[in-house]
């Protein structure tokens, strides 16, 4: 059973004192993912300096406290994703996770269903974090994956923006 995102919203202020959802009060524009043969698009704030990477679409709030990855596989190659972030996030950026603090939670948005997984991890560079992966059917046998790092410390001004991004989200053909 899904929830509302508001309901998802706050429980997940009141639980991990985090919100995943990306929402801006500044202009945003609408990028594609992947670029060269896009799945969805989403708009992100100009602020947050929207960027392609190799899988997709990274940005980051202007202060650092949130970072957002964007990315379009297929189905069969999530599992697979998810490693490769994991081990990006602990090996290269020095994250620890707290495997012990694993939450699930399936919510709405953008008239999507979402699934999500998400543990509180630390940096020595940002300290305390939320760090996980959200996931939405981007049709035609794909997947959006949004794998996100929201420090814990000052997130909660950045939830209008990351709500309005998630928001936007809309699957483009199939």
Not at 72 to 93: H, M, P
């Amino acid at each position: 059973m899904f929830l509302s995102f508001s309901r998802w919203l706050r429980s997940v202020l009141t639980a991990l004192a985090f919100s995943l959802l990306l929402t801006s009060l500044c202009p945003a524009g609408t990028v594609n993912v992947p670029e060269d043969k896009p799945a969805i698009s989403v708009d992100i704030p100009d602020s947050w300096k929207p960027e392609a990477t190799d899988k997709g679409i990274a940005c980051e709030s202007p202060d650092k406290v949130a970072t957002i990855f964007f990315e379009v596989t297929s189905a069969k190659g999530l599992e697979a994703l998810i490693e490769e972030n994991v081990d990006w996030l602990t090996k290269d950026q020095g994250v620890q996770l707290d495997k012990a603090s694993e939450q699930k939670q399936e919510f709405e948005a953008a008239n999507l269903g979402w699934k999500r997984i998400s543990w509180s991890g630390t940096s020595t560079e940002w300290g305390p974090a939320i760090v996980g992966f959200a996931f939405t059917d981007a049709g035609d046998g794909k997947v959006l994956t949004v794998t996100y790092w929201v420090t814990k410390k000052d997130q909660e001004k950045h939830i209008p923006t990351i709500e309005k991004i998630f928001e936007s989200v809309k699957r483009i053909g199939g």
